[in-house]
């Protein structure tokens, strides 16, 4: 099983970008998939995670505005749209599947399968 994120870089204050993260090995028919990031100098936290095989959907509340995770079961990918981004969105944004969806939770310790991460730098 092996995840792949993409989309990082520079971006500006008040940008949007897309992240993907494309699996091999891991169909998107059972269980769960996520996204997390970890901030310079702080500890990894949770973003949104989908339930692959009922599509529930469930956001940290910080997330709710700004962040859309979505998925498409033929290639296999997972994506995060982030919009108006902020500098405090810096970040190595990372994907993740697990079992059940409570393997979920923040901070993303029951997920069995990670990617290595993709950086994000929001600066002018």
């Known amino acids: 099983v092996q995840f792949v994120e993409s989309g990082g870089g520079l971006v500006q204050p008040g940008g949007s970008l897309r992240l993907s993260c494309t699996a091999s090995?891991?169909?998107?028919?059972?269980?769960?998939v996520g996204w997390f990031r970890q901030a310079p100098g702080k500890e990894r936290e949770k973003i949104a995670c989908i339930n692959v095989g009922g599509g529930k959907t469930t956001y940290v509340d910080s997330a709710l505005r700004r962040f859309t995770i979505f998925d498409d079961k033929p290639k296999n990918t997972l994506y995060l749209q982030v919009r108006d981004v902020k500098p405090e969105d810096t970040a190595v944004y990372y994907c993740?599947?697990?079992?059940?969806?409570?393997?979920?939770?923040?901070?993303?310790?029951?997920?069995?399968?990670w990617g290595k991460g993709t950086l994000v730098t929001v600066n002018v």
């Open positions: 993740a599947a697990g079992t059940r969806h409570e393997d979920c939770a923040d901070p993303g310790s029951g997920m069995q399968y």
């Open positions: 090995g891991f169909t998107f028919e059972h269980g769960v």
